[in-house]
């Protein structure tokens, strides 16, 4: 029930395209929905976060959609650009604690 | 602001051998994170303290890892004896304790135990 699902496994999209990766999750106490982005020998970072109160949440090119009764959550990167080739990670928490539960990871490729 | 610092960037050594992985947070961050990576395993969750307290270890793989966390400024990470499978980037995380607040990560050590 700790599980978040996320797909595809690898994302290769040209540039200018739009990224889609989707997360999905079981536990209904998690209220906390953060997407991070990791490059190459770095740390995640954080890239955009929602809470359930809202069905999406838009920063520059990057977008988190939420469905709650689907408990599903998913990122769109509008206008992709070679910049942002990088493994992204859904993650979810809940209650007061901020332990997050991550996803597997999506390495996205973005091609000229 | 400096982030969270982590040393050393890179450790190889011998099987067998003690090792040691330090984590100083953010400061004013009163919740730290210690996650192993890997390509079978993706991120995971060894242990996380708030107020320097641990608070669930359940992630640690077994007794040759412990983490302490002295003070609110620094932790560690030990593995003793150290094997291959331990081969990993460790990273450290530090927020606020509150289900909403993000964790910030350091740039991770890099294990290789030969």
């Known amino acids: 029930q700790q599980q978040v699902k996320q797909s595809p496994q690898s994302l290769i999209v040209q540039k200018g395209g739009i990224s889609i990766i989707n997360c999905a999750y079981e536990?209904?106490?998690?209220?906390?929905f953060p997407w991070y982005q990791q490059f190459p020998g770095k740390g995640p970072a954080l890239l955009i976060a929602?809470?359930?109160?809202?069905s999406e949440k838009k920063e520059g090119r990057f977008t988190i959609s939420f469905n709650k009764s689907a408990k599903q959550f998913s990122l769109h990167i509008m206008d992709s650009q070679p910049g942002d080739s990088a493994t992204y990670f859904c993650?979810?928490?809940?209650?007061?604690?901020?332990?997050?539960?991550f996803g597997t990871g999506t390495r996205l490729q973005v091609t000229l | 602001d400096a982030g969270v610092i982590q040393s050393p960037r890179h450790e190889v050594t011998e099987m067998g051998q003690e090792v040691t992985l330090r984590c100083k947070p953010i400061s004013g961050h009163n919740s730290l994170f210690w996650y192993r990576q890997t390509m079978m395993r993706g991120l995971e969750l060894l242990i996380y303290f708030n107020n320097n307290v641990p608070i669930d270890d359940s992630g640690m793989p077994e007794d040759r890892f412990s983490a302490k966390m002295p003070n609110a400024s620094f932790s560690t990470l030990k593995i003793q004896p150290s094997e291959p499978r331990d081969s990993a980037v460790y990273f450290c995380?530090?927020?606020?304790?509150?289900?909403?607040?993000?964790?910030?990560f350091g740039d991770g050590t890099r294990l290789s135990i030969l």
């Open positions: 993650a979810a928490s809940g209650g007061t604690a901020s332990k997050l539960t």
């Open positions: 929602i809470r359930p109160d809202v």
């Open positions: 995380a530090s927020s606020v304790w509150n289900s909403n607040q993000p964790q910030h």
């Open positions: 536990n209904t106490a998690f209220d906390y």
